[in-house]
């Protein structure tokens, strides 16, 4: 019985001893390569301590001038220090990128490009100059805004109303906005609109007068042509005033209509 009994505690034992422990004991910390601490003690501690630098501050260094990016050094410094400990010299020999598209000055993004003639070519478009970026809320000394379009200064009367902009005004002035809505609809520009309204007088092409509400005049075009409300500008006819404009649109442009109303309001005596 004895021996039965020694023996199920060899057993049990060496069970226990297969058990792999649930508590085990704190992970060493990963010590720091050889001649690191050494080196962090000999750097001044003046340029390794984390300034409270406020927003707007330079490079905790003499002579660097960088505006402050984090522990009190600038982004070079701060890289330098991070990687061994030592910030290393004040002065940083360090030439910006720029974009090698003649005439761009941007900074270099990727491929010899700024970020936006990248992004072009990653389009497979052919690299074209990019716009003059424009502050919706810059003014001069006059307070006038400048047209993204046009790129004169005007006053802000002479730009529209705009509630998803920063300034509540368009980026267009008036006539460039007007210009860009006409061409996106009916396929023709200013100059053709100006010229279409003075081959008429100046009026409508109906009535001959104008908008009371000061509205600028209709851009009317053959339906037949293309059914909607967008024109390939070939098929425009002329200018019309709103209520003529209106008018022909609810007799479906039907000349038949057109001609049994006016014989339906001669009929009652005007002519």
């Not at 996106?184 to 100059?191: C, D």
């Not at 425009?236 to 003529?244: A, D, I």
Request: hydrophobic share 30%; net charge positive; glycine share 12%.
């Amino acid at each position: 019985m004895s021996d039965q009994l020694a023996l199920l505690a060899r057993r049990l034992n060496c069970g226990n001893d297969r058990i792999r422990p649930i508590n085990r004991g704190p992970r060493r910390l990963r010590q720091q390569p050889r001649g690191v601490a050494d080196l962090r003690e000999q750097i001044d501690m003046t340029q390794r301590t984390r300034a409270r630098v406020p927003i707007g501050g330079q490079c905790s260094l003499d002579k660097c001038g960088r505006p402050h990016y984090a522990s009190g050094f600038c982004n070079p410094h701060w890289k330098r220090w991070k990687r061994s400990g030592d910030p290393g010299p004040a002065t940083i020999n360090s030439v910006a990128q720029l974009c090698t598209f003649n005439g761009c000055g941007r900074t270099h993004s990727a491929k010899g490009l700024c970020a936006s003639h990248y992004a072009q070519h990653r389009k497979g478009r052919p690299l074209k100059p990019l716009n003059d970026r424009v502050n919706p809320r810059g003014r001069d000394t006059d307070g006038n805004k400048r047209c993204a379009t046009c790129k004169q200064w005007k006053p802000p009367a002479g730009f529209r109303a705009a509630s998803r902009t920063a300034d509540g005004l368009d980026s267009r002035c008036i006539g460039c906005s007007h210009d860009h809505s006409i061409r996106k609809l009916y396929g023709i520009g200013a100059v053709q609109y100006a010229a279409l309204l003075e081959a008429q007088g100046g009026g409508c092409a109906i009535c001959g007068g104008t908008n009371e509400s000061g509205r600028a005049m209709a851009v009317d075009h053959d339906h037949g042509c293309c059914p909607g409300q967008r024109a390939c500008g070939s098929c425009v006819r002329g200018l019309l005033c709103s209520n003529c404009n209106m008018g022909i649109g609810l007799l479906r442009d039907d000349p038949a209509r057109l001609e049994a109303a006016a014989a339906y309001i001669r009929q009652y005596g005007h002519d």
